[in-house]
């Protein structure tokens, strides 16, 4: 499948870049890495007439630890990047060992943590050829009006399956936008709607341009565990990441999020109410686990039956406690 026609944007500058999403608004794309924008447009999913090339953008690609513990992270930071870095690595390790589960090492040499923040939600039904969606009559999603996920209704169903996104919910992430009308900085929390086709709160003028992770989330023991069908390349059909404090035995802070099983990733706030006070065992870990696979709504939009995945947030929940709780 060939790429339409298109106009390259090359800005130096944020305030540049901006001023092109402005200029073009609605007939432009941003290019990040590129591992899922690419295929997009081959699929003629998007068809911008121009496309705005981020990568002159140096600033963005930077891991700034702050003097006061926490980190600063340029959203074109390579998900690679992420991975090996050893400040990561050593105080905020679910987010390195999250990036490190990414496609293959190759795309994670091209894809960036904003890219991944912003990943575009998927189904059996959307990610497909034109040809293909229109012998379908297209979606909800994209030029028609069905879900074929959940036939009937009027919201997209269309699952979220970035991995690092709920690794940075579980470190209480923030994110900085740039705009028109200058920066914003918000919870990543509140970034995603819940809805497969409005999936995140960015205006068609605005920028994904740094990651910040608070002192307070450091230093957590960190588990992120993944299903998908191959070792490697595959999106997450389910996954749970978990970050875990304990004293004395005891946990006393914990949180966990899960991906790829609703339209967003999402925090599973009982779990930490849960877990804190207590010693983790087999039986513990299980309530966590149950209370994880009730929050996920899987539907059919992957390969995999919804009663399995929603079995396998359960199983890689109570892994992942245990695996935190190990230490």
């Known amino acids: 499948m060939s790429l339409p026609q298109f106009r390259l944007l090359r800005p130096r500058t944020v305030d540049e870049a901006v001023a092109y ?43 700034q630890p702050q003097t006061n513990g926490g980190v600063e992270i340029g959203a074109l930071t390579t998900l690679s990047a992420i991975e090996k870095s050893p400040y990561l690595r050593s105080h905020f390790p679910v987010l390195s060992e999250a990036a490190a589960t990414v496609a293959s090492p190759v795309l994670r040499n091209m894809g960036t943590v904003g890219g991944n923040i912003c990943l575009d939600t998927r189904c059996l039904w959307y990610n497909q050829s034109l040809t293909w969606r229109k012998g379908c009559g297209f979606c909800i999603k994209k030029d028609g009006d069905l879900c074929h ?30 705009g028109t009308d200058g920066t ?26 740094r990651i910040f992770l608070p002192t307070d989330s450091a230093d957590y023991r960190g588990i992120y565990r993944k299903l998908r069908v191959r070792g490697s ?27 790829a099983v609703n339209p967003a990733p999402l925090l599973v706030r009982r779990a930490g109410e849960m877990l804190i006070g207590k010693a983790v065992d087999e039986a513990l870990a299980d309530a966590v686990g149950d209370l994880a696979a009730r929050t996920a709504k899987p539907l059919t939009t992957s390969a995999l039956t919804p009663e399995y995945r929603r079995e396998m947030i359960r199983v890689f929940t109570k892994r992942a406690v245990l695996a935190a709780a190990s230490n």
């Not at 990040?32 to 963005?60: C, N, W």
């Not at 918000?186 to 994904?208: Q, W």
Request: aromatic share 6%; glycine share 8%; proline share 6%.
């Open 149 to 178: 996920v959940a036939p009937g209704g009027t919201k997209c169903w269309a699952a979220f399956s970035g991995d690092t996104p709920p690794a940075l919910l579980c470190l209480n992430a923030e994110i900085e936008i740039a």
């Open 184 to 209: 914003r900085r918000i919870p990543l929390l509140d970034f995603y709607t819940g809805d497969g086709e409005r999936y995140r709160k960015l205006l068609p003028t605005e920028l994904v341009t």
């Open 21 to 63: 999403l402005a200029k073009h608004a609605g007939n432009v794309r941003v290019l990040a890495g590129g591992t899922d924008l690419i295929p997009s447009m081959r699929q003629k999913l998007f068809e911008p007439e121009y496309v705005l090339d981020l990568h002159g953008l140096a600033e963005l690609r930077e891991i």
């Open 233 to 259: 390349i595959d999106y997450p059909l389910a996954g749970v990441a978990v970050v875990m404090k304990r004293s004395n035995g005891h946990v006393t802070d914990a949180r966990l999020a899960i991906t």
